[in-house]
């Protein structure tokens, strides 16, 4: 029997290798990559939360709120914006929600990368779609939409 989760275990490992050659020329990591294609949809779509909701003119996010998005470690996300703040590609600034906090946002150079990051992204998308018909790579692709939804359930019902 052929489990769901080996494959997703080797496509995670190959985009993240294949993630990491393509931003090494930008002097980025996947991590720092992650980071800031998650500011980046943050942007586009912001979150209706009670900093925004008071705090219209601040845009970015806490280091905690992007923990429990991309799931990182607290080490792991601290070293990634220490390093992405000194490249230049987030700014800093104190949450004014929560002074013990900060709020990072994405700084034109990491603006001006949004068009490379998209376009990797989108090679990575067209290469996994090679070979597969269009029709059966949208019921691939909304299973796979259900299964991150269990996933999801099943690990919110693990941390209770």
Request: proline share 2%.
């Amino acid at each position: 029997m052929e489990l769901i989760g080996k494959n997703n275990i080797i496509i995670e490992k190959y985009f993240k290798l294949f993630f990491k050659n393509r931003l090494k020329q930008y002097d980025l990591n996947t991590a720092e990559g992650m980071v800031i294609l998650l500011l980046l949809e943050k942007e586009i779509m912001p979150q209706n939360n009670t900093i925004e909701k008071f705090h219209k003119i601040i845009k970015g996010q806490t280091q905690d709120q992007m923990i429990d998005e991309i799931h990182y470690d607290k080490a792991v996300m601290t070293r990634t914006m220490q390093s992405l703040e000194s490249k230049g590609y987030v700014v800093r600034r104190t949450n004014p929600a929560d002074s013990r906090s900060y709020i990072f946002s994405l700084t034109k150079k990491a603006h001006d990368l949004k068009p490379t990051l998209l376009n990797i992204l989108e090679y990575w998308n067209d290469g996994l779609k090679k070979g597969i018909d269009k029709t059966k790579f949208e019921i691939a692709n909304k299973a796979l939409s259900q299964i991150a939804n269990n996933a999801l359930e099943l690990a919110k019902g693990e941390s209770r």
